[in-house]
């Protein structure tokens, strides 16, 4: 990705002209992003990565935390001045359990049609289009529930989509 001349200029290959769109208002540095393709549609997620002034004044202090991934629980963080949090992640299992409901249900629905038939492929777009659905909150609820700030964060966000 590059900055030039107040667009983003996107190579899509060799022999190929470049994907130029116009940068959004509050991009002013260079970051990076990637054209992805999330089974429906492409996506360009975009990166910028921001320090966080509040934090660099904390180093002087020597405050660490650790961060444990477990299996029952989803994270366990500790600080050395002896505070502890827990992250249950009772949302995102939730979550899962409706999306696993939702697509037994079209399953079912799917088993009693024809392979191939008009109705059997409406039913599987609707499975796809059902998974991103319940993707997106999940990575959303890890992202704000157990993230540990660190001295630089990473701000991610959709700029554009392309069909």
């Not at 444990?68 to 299992?93: E, P, T």
């Not at 079209?106 to 319940?134: D, V």
Request: charged share 30%.
């Amino acid at each position: 990705m590059h900055l030039e001349e107040h667009r983003i200029e996107l190579p899509m290959g060799r022999g190929r002209p470049s994907l130029r769109l116009p940068p959004p208002e509050w991009l002013n540095t260079p970051c990076a992003c990637k054209i992805v393709w999330n089974g429906i549609h492409n996506e360009l997620p975009v990166t910028v990565s921001e320090a966080d002034e509040y934090l660099t004044a904390s180093v002087s202090d020597e405050k660490r935390a650790t961060a444990d991934l477990g299996q029952i629980h989803q994270a366990a963080i500790v600080s050395n001045d002896g505070k502890a949090l827990v992250v249950s992640g009772r949302g995102i299992r939730s979550l899962k359990r409706l999306h696993s409901k939702q697509l037994g249900e079209i399953q079912k629905k799917r088993l009693r049609c024809a392979k191939g038939s008009r109705r059997w492929r409406k039913l599987g777009r609707r499975g796809a289009k059902l998974t991103l659905r319940c993707k997106r909150p999940m990575r959303v609820i890890s992202v704000t529930r157990g993230h540990v700030k660190s001295s630089t964060s990473a701000k991610s966000t959709k700029y554009s989509r392309f069909s």
